[in-house]
């Protein structure tokens, strides 16, 4: 057994401790709170003068799947031989020994949402991972969690300038390929069913049958798009199919607020911390996490790592703070809410009894720039100590 105790404990579900502990045992939370009595024998970590979190959840990386500093051999995220390819899974393109999980544990992100890239439409199966671990596999919470999904200029910039072109070249076209899909999946589940009623065995397609999840809504569609016009375009489309999506980026989600409400989606926004490189990105701003939990949207922030290194979104967290966004909205941005969105808010993104003991221990605020991580764990074990 372990316990954490005299920190200030920040839940994430609304209780602070000022003077917290927290006990651990078989790598779960079994108590949280003040005047905990901490049994004979424990392993006892003194966070006295220290801010305990949980560990910290970026909801929207490309870690491991696109490598640091090896160049082309590391990107492994665009299978843009197609457009469309649902079937690819991010779990048989992941290397556990990337660069970017030591950083991650070492800046007290302990959970990601990483996978496909945004060359294609429809880019593949998205997971959920620990960011510590010796195997992909004894790493992952959820596999898949969801579909990626990709509208403006980035499937446009990659088909369209290829020589003789290739669909989609237009925003038009982009819609268009994700409607062919979905159509082509629910021939491909109308197939199924007939077969069953019929007694004969369904010729299986596995990038239908990937697709299909998203109209069972097993799945959402993790739809990438900066402009407003774009995430209209998704919310268009998810209401003609009646699939369930997450935006991804949702740069100018505040031009839209109203629209966003109405149709009860997530927002996972970001990354903020860097410079407008393409024209989508033009209006840009930290006001925009902020402006959306305002409004009862569930916001998640991401670094798009490695378009900004993971370690730094607590410090996005701490920009969107200083653009107005509640300090308690930020926080649950990149713990419980980021959680929720994901699919595995029943094990992570709060400090509860019976969900991981995933545990990140600051010397300070951990939106402060000079702030460092003193701890951090993950199942309860110790993975990083400064």
């Given at each position: 057994?372990?316990?954490?105790?005299?920190?200030?404990?920040?839940?994430?579900?609304?209780?602070?401790f000022?003077?917290?502990?927290?006990?651990?045992?078989?790598?779960?939370?079994?108590?949280?709170?003040?005047?905990?009595?901490?049994?004979?024998g424990?392993e006892?970590?003194?966070?006295?003068?220290?801010?305990?979190?949980?560990?910290?959840?970026?909801?929207?990386?490309?870690?491991?799947?696109?490598?640091e500093?090896?160049?082309w051999?590391?990107?492994?995220?665009?299978?843009?031989?197609?457009?469309a390819?649902p079937?690819?899974?991010a779990?048989?393109?992941?290397?556990?020994?990337?660069?970017?999980?030591?950083?991650?544990?070492?800046?007290?992100i302990?959970?990601?949402?990483?996978?496909?890239?945004?060359?294609?439409?429809?880019?593949?199966?998205?997971?959920?991972m620990?960011?510590?671990?010796r195997?992909?596999?004894?790493?992952?919470?959820?596999?898949p969690?969801?579909?990626k999904?990709?509208?403006?200029?980035?499937?446009?910039?990659v088909?369209?300038?290829?020589?003789?072109?290739?669909?989609p070249?237009?925003?038009?076209?982009?819609?268009?390929?994700?409607?062919?899909a979905?159509?082509?999946?629910?021939n491909?589940?109308?197939?199924?069913?007939?077969?069953e009623?019929?007694?004969?065995?369904?010729?299986?397609?596995?990038?239908?049958?990937?697709?299909?999840?998203?109209?069972?809504?097993?799945?959402p569609?993790?739809?990438?798009?900066?402009?407003?016009?774009?995430?209209?375009?998704?919310?268009r489309?998810?209401?003609?199919?009646?699939?369930?999506?997450?935006l991804?980026?949702?740069?100018?989600?505040?031009?839209?607020?109203?629209?966003?409400?109405?149709?009860?989606?997530?927002?996972?926004?970001?990354?903020?911390l860097?410079?407008?490189?393409?024209?989508?990105?033009?209006?840009?701003?930290?006001?925009?996490?902020g402006i959306?939990?305002?409004?009862?949207?569930k916001?998640?922030?991401?670094?798009?790592?490695?378009?900004?290194?993971?370690?730094?979104?607590?410090?996005c967290?701490g920009?969107?703070?200083?653009?107005?966004?509640?300090e308690?909205?930020a926080?649950?941005?990149?713990t419980?809410?980021?959680?929720?969105?994901?699919?595995?808010?029943?094990r992570?993104?709060?400090?509860?009894?019976?969900?991981?003991?995933?545990?990140?221990?600051?010397?300070?605020?951990?939106?402060?720039?000079?702030?460092?991580?003193?701890?951090?764990?993950?199942?309860?074990?110790?993975?990083?100590?400064?």
């Amino acid at each position: 057994m372990k316990a954490i105790i005299n920190g200030k404990v920040y839940t994430a579900v609304g209780e602070v401790f000022a003077n917290g502990t927290i006990l651990i045992e078989n790598g779960k939370i079994i108590a949280v709170g003040e005047n905990i009595d901490v049994p004979a024998g424990a392993e006892v970590i003194d966070a006295a003068g220290m801010v305990v979190t949980p560990g910290i959840i970026d909801a929207h990386t490309h870690l491991g799947i696109g490598e640091e500093g090896i160049g082309w051999e590391g990107r492994d995220y665009n299978e843009v031989s197609d457009p469309a390819t649902p079937q690819m899974r991010a779990i048989d393109g992941i290397n556990p020994e990337d660069e970017g999980f030591r950083d991650a544990i070492k800046g007290g992100i302990t959970t990601v949402m990483t996978g496909p890239g945004s060359a294609n439409v429809i880019g593949g199966e998205n997971l959920v991972m620990k960011t510590h671990g010796r195997t992909v596999d004894e790493m992952v919470i959820l596999n898949p969690c969801g579909i990626k999904g990709a509208f403006g200029e980035n499937p446009k910039r990659v088909y369209g300038t290829r020589s003789g072109f290739q669909l989609p070249v237009t925003r038009m076209g982009t819609a268009a390929v994700m409607r062919d899909a979905l159509v082509k999946a629910q021939n491909y589940l109308d197939k199924q069913k007939h077969a069953e009623k019929e007694g004969k065995p369904v010729e299986r397609d596995l990038k239908w049958e990937s697709m299909a999840r998203l109209l069972t809504k097993e799945l959402p569609l993790k739809a990438h798009a900066h402009r407003h016009d774009d995430i209209l375009t998704i919310l268009r489309i998810a209401k003609e199919f009646d699939i369930n999506v997450t935006l991804e980026h949702c740069t100018e989600g505040h031009k839209i607020v109203e629209e966003l409400k109405a149709a009860n989606v997530p927002a996972i926004v970001g990354p903020t911390l860097g410079n407008r490189a393409k024209y989508e990105l033009k209006d840009m701003t930290f006001d925009t996490p902020g402006i959306l939990a305002k409004a009862g949207i569930k916001v998640a922030l991401m670094t798009d790592h490695p378009v900004i290194p993971l370690q730094y979104l607590p410090i996005c967290a701490g920009l969107a703070v200083r653009h107005g966004m509640k300090e308690e909205d930020a926080l649950k941005a990149i713990t419980i809410n980021a959680a929720e969105i994901l699919g595995v808010g029943d094990r992570v993104g709060s400090l509860e009894v019976g969900k991981d003991a995933d545990i990140v221990i600051w010397d300070g605020h951990p939106f402060e720039t000079m702030t460092h991580v003193v701890k951090t764990l993950v199942n309860g074990e110790t993975v990083h100590s400064l």
